[in-house]
């Protein structure tokens, strides 16, 4: 079956430092990857999904920006943090055909921005 | 994919039957309805999926009414674990032949399951 590996599980970075999180899926290839934030006591937002190599598809206008260098491999980069980045990144995966039954979540990145 | 309304809170009493009710008054003939549970500070977990029959399986029971317009879902016998939030959600399956990428939660429904 699917996994899918989130790192770090917390962070804390300065406001204008860098970011780069990292998801990783195993037990399936070709799959369609996406990044969700959820802030504090908030729903799921999606902001990129990723159908495949190379192609990303952004849901909201921010300073985050998605990479897809490898098939199992999505990856969330902001290149100076705002505090409003401040949330609980998920990535999940759907897959393609009559494989798409459900979509499998990541445990997750709680980011504090201070 | 449409959107779903459901209510922003419920309570249950532990051993009853949960139902949880969701809207989805603007669904299109080739949508599925999918539930899914966020148990605090973890990652979703899927529930079930029907499009428009009533479906059954070792987690809970989805029943949607025959104009689509609207489901419920229903844990049998709720325990304490249940406490959660759960999100209802429409979307075209790639299988379907005009399947959406696009994968939209609502706030979802805060479950609490009381003593």
């Known amino acids: 079956s699917q996994t899918i590996h989130q790192w770090p599980a917390t962070l804390v970075q300065p406001v204008g430092s860098p970011l780069s999180l990292e998801c990783t899926v195993e037990g399936t290839s070709n799959p369609n990857l996406y990044w969700y934030r959820q802030a504090a006591g908030r729903g799921l937002q999606l902001l990129f999904y990723s159908v495949g190599i190379g192609q990303i598809s952004s849901e909201v206008p921010q300073n985050l920006s998605a990479s897809r260098p490898q098939d199992r491999q999505f990856i969330l980069s902001s290149k100076k943090l705002l505090l409003s980045d401040s949330g609980f990144y998920l990535c999940?995966?759907?897959?393609?055909?009559?494989?798409?039954?459900?979509?499998?979540f990541g445990q997750g990145t709680r980011l504090t921005v201070v | 994919d449409a959107k779903t309304t459901q209510p922003t809170s419920m309570d249950c009493a532990e051993g009853r039957a949960a139902n949880l009710p969701c809207n989805h008054s603007?669904?299109?003939?080739?949508?599925?309805v999918y539930w899914y549970r966020q148990i605090h500070s973890q990652g979703p977990q899927y529930i079930i999926h029907?499009?428009?029959n009533n479906e059954t399986n070792e987690m809970a029971s989805l029943i949607i009414t025959e104009d689509r317009k609207s489901s419920t879902l229903i844990l049998p016998h709720a325990t304490l674990r249940d406490t959660a939030v759960y999100y209802c959600i429409v979307r075209v399956p790639s299988y379907s032949g005009a399947g959406s990428y696009q994968l939209t939660f609502g706030k979802g429904t805060k479950l609490s399951v009381i003593p």
């Open positions: 029907g499009l428009k």
């Open positions: 603007t669904i299109s003939g080739n949508e599925y």
């Open positions: 999940a995966c759907t897959l393609q055909g009559y494989l798409d039954t459900e979509a499998f």
